[in-house]
C-alpha cells in the first residue's frame, strides 16, 4: 500500500494514475493515513488501465528487463558489462523479493553476508552503490514503490598515495618481461612509455597508430570508452618505435593474443609472474603512475601531462590549445623506457620458444579442464549457482 511514514504523526499518501505519481501529507495515525489513501484511490480513478497494470516486480525481473533496457540507453556499453556482474550477485541475494520488500534489516543483512564472504569496504559499498541505483531507478523513472530508507555504507579508510618505480626497477621489470614472458614485452613498454590505461593498451588498433605523425590516438569505440569519452593523442618515444615498426601480428589489434583475438582481459598471470621476478608489488596501473611520476620529474607541466593522461583539463588552458599545435612535441622522449634487447631479437625468441602442438589425447573417463580465465556469475562466494542471464 503506498502509504509511507514522513515523521512522527505525518504520512506521505502516493497514488500513480494516468502514468503520473500523486502525492499528500497527511497528518493523524496510520489508519487515517490509509482512509486518506483509499478515498483519493476512487477520487483519481484508480480503476484506470494504467493503474491496474501497476504491479510491483521482483528485483531480479526489473533488473533483467526495465533496468537493463533503461541502462543501455543512458551509459556505456562497456560500464555495463562491468555492472552485470554486481547485478548478478545481488540478484542471488534480493532477486525474489519485490523492489518494496528490500528494506534496511534485508539491506544490513545482504552487508553482512558480504563481509562475512571476504569482501573489504570499497568492494561491498561498490554493490550498496548499484543496488541503490537500481532502486533509485525503479522509483524515479519508472514509479515503482520502493521500501524507505538510505543506504548505510560501510566506512573506508583513506586511500593511500599513488607510488612509482624507479628507473632502477623498471630496468629489471623489462628484462624480466624480455626473460620470463617475451609476447609480453611490447605491450608494457606501450604503457611505460604513454601512461595509457591498460585498456586502451589492449584495444589499441592498428590505424590509431600514426608512425609518420608520432602519435598514438586514444579513440572511443565499441570496445574501449575512455572515462572522459574525450579522444586523444600521445606522442610515441624514440624507445617505443622500432616495436610499433615491427611485425603485425594481426590485422587489426596491435597487442593479439596468443589465440590471434582481442585481449578480453588483461594477461594477469603473465604479468604477476614477471612482477614478482623483478622483485616489484603493485598492479599494472602501477606503470601509468610510473609514467607521470618521471614525466614530472623532467617536465614540470601538470597541464601537459593531463592531456597526455587523458584528465579533465583546466577551462583556461583549454582555450589557448588551439594556438600551440606543436605543444605535444615537448612531451616526446621525455619518459624513455627501453628494452635492452630489440624486436627482431624477441620475434625469434618467441618463434623458437613456440611448443610443438600436439594431438589432443583425452582420456576416457576424465573431464576436460575449464579455462582458468572463463568468466562466470557464479564465482562470487556465498551464492549458490545462478539460472539466469543477464546477456550481453
Known sequence: MPVYAKSKGKWRVRLWSAGKTKDWVVEGTKREAQAFEAAKRVEVGASDPAEARRVVPTFSDFCLSEYKEFVLGQIKSSWWKKQKYVLATLIGYFGGLKLNQIDQAKRRSYTARRVADGLGPVSVNNELRVLGRVLSVANSEFGYPVAAGKISYLRERGRSRATAWTAEQMTALLKACADLEPRLLPLVLLIANTGCRNGEALALTWDNVDLEGGFVRFWPSEEWQPKNDKPREVPISDALLPWLRGPRHHPNWVFPSRAGSRFAFWPMLQWTRVRDAAGLTGGVHQLRH??????????????????????????????????????????????????????????????????????????????????????SIERDKGFEPSTFSLGS
Open 290 to 375: 610510473t609514467f607521470a611520476s618521471h614525466f614530472l620529474a623532467d617536465q614540470p607541466d601538470l597541464v601537459l601531462l593531463a592531456e597526455v593522461l587523458g584528465h579533465s583539463d583546466v577551462a583556461v588552458t583549454r582555450l589557448y590549445k588551439h594556438m600551440l599545435p606543436d605543444h605535444l612535441a615537448r612531451a616526446r622522449n621525455v619518459v624513455n623506457f627501453a628494452a635492452q634487447v630489440g624486436p627482431a631479437a624477441i620475434a625469434a625468441k618467441c618463434r623458437w620458444s613456440e611448443p610443438t602442438r600436439k594431438p589432443d589425447r583425452t582420456v576416457p573417463g576424465t573431464v576436460p579442464r575449464t579455462p582458468t580465465n572463463a568468466v
